[in-house]
């Protein structure tokens, strides 16, 4: 090949590999300018068939053409990948500057703030949370709990049955969970038992069909009242202040024998000290302990059960307890 025509090669070569637009093509202009069947590889490979005298112009010219077109191959590779690179790079790109999409955080109710509280409290005092179904057996929420048959406790007009199972209803109370758990355990048992209970009142600010309550039981020898006593002294200072005061009253409830009414100091605004009654209580009565298997001559225990909700509503100034179950936002998020 002449160097007119070998300059024609570079140039075409030139050419075709600027205006390669993608690899592929650059591709293609690389096997057609520097491939095995190319022009400038068939000169190169001619070049021991050359008179003597022409070898040494010829394969300087042709390699000059090769390192030519080479360098250019590379440049434009570089080039095109990094175009390449750019346009993957834009077609998939996150704007890490545009705002997130709002996650809303959830909180506690504030019923399950004040009932993780009181668990804690109590198992602080050595108890445990213990669970029971809210679909019982009249025989657990009465018969047990020494409530005879035609006491009034028992009546529909208080009670939620379910229908076609006379012998089914909603809980109208926890304390049947302590009889569920001195079935199944040995003494000494310090149980608490949180959780929904059900009753037909009339629907006004402090009444609910659906409320909570917290059901404590100790069994163990030679419990009397001056523990129920301190352990209610204990649990309401924790919870509400240490500096309330608590007062035992005579009460009745069927499960317990002497039962009690504990009620809680609180100063009103004025001053003025009085009295709410924040809890049920009393003694296990034995019969109790032997309807439930337990020893009664060896073992005593004390109950107590209270209201969470109306415990919740003085803890957080809610003068409405149906506030805490109509699940506005408004309200809840308050507590959060
Ligand atoms: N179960 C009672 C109620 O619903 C509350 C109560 C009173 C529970 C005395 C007790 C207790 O364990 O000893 O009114």
Not at 163 to 190: C, F, K, N
Not at 327 to 333: A, G, T
Request: charged share 25%; with cysteine; glycine share 8%.
């Amino acid at each position: 090949m002449t160097d007119p025509q070998l300059d024609a090669v570079q140039a075409q070569a030139l050419d075709d590999i600027s205006a390669a637009r993608t690899l592929a093509e650059l591709e293609a202009a690389r096997v057609a300018h520097t491939g095995r069947r190319s022009p400038l590889a068939t000169t190169l490979a001619g070049i021991g068939a050359l008179p003597p005298e022409r070898r040494g112009a010829v394969g300087k010219a042709a390699n000059a053409v090769r390192r030519a077109v080479e360098a250019a191959l590379a440049a434009r590779t570089e080039e095109l990948e990094a175009e390449e690179l750019g346009a993957a790079l834009e077609r998939d790109t996150t704007d890490v500057t545009l705002p997130g999409d709002p996650h809303p955080l959830g909180a506690l109710h504030p019923i399950t703030q004040v009932r993780q509280e009181m668990e804690d409290i109590l198992m602080g005092l050595g108890y445990r949370v213990a669970d029971g179904p809210e679909v019982e057996t009249d025989w657990h929420v009465f018969t047990a709990l020494n409530t005879p048959e035609g006491h009034p406790a028992r009546s529909p007009s208080d009670t939620f049955f379910i229908d076609g199972r006379p012998d089914r209803l909603l809980r109208t109370q926890t304390s049947p969970v302590q009889v569920r758990e001195m079935q199944r355990s040995e003494p000494p048992i310090y149980l608490v038992a949180p959780g929904p209970v059900y009753r037909r009142d009339d629907i006004d600010a402090t009444h609910s069909p659906m409320f909570h309550q917290m059901e404590g039981l100790a069994v163990d020898e030679g419990l009397t009242l001056a523990h129920l006593k301190g352990t209610m002294l204990r649990f309401f200072r924790e919870l509400l202040g240490g500096e309330r005061e608590i007062l035992l009253q005579p009460h009745f409830f069927p499960f317990t024998e002497p039962s009690v009414d504990v009620q809680v100091s609180y100063v009103d605004k004025s001053g003025r000290t009085g009295w709410l009654e924040l809890a049920g209580a009393g003694m296990v009565d034995p019969n109790v302990l032997r309807y439930c298997g337990i020893d009664a001559e060896r073992y005593t225990g004390f109950a107590f059960g209270c209201g969470l909700d109306r415990i919740a509503m003085i803890r957080f100034g809610v003068p409405d307890l149906r506030l805490f179950f109509e699940n506005d936002l408004r309200f809840l998020e308050q507590f959060a």
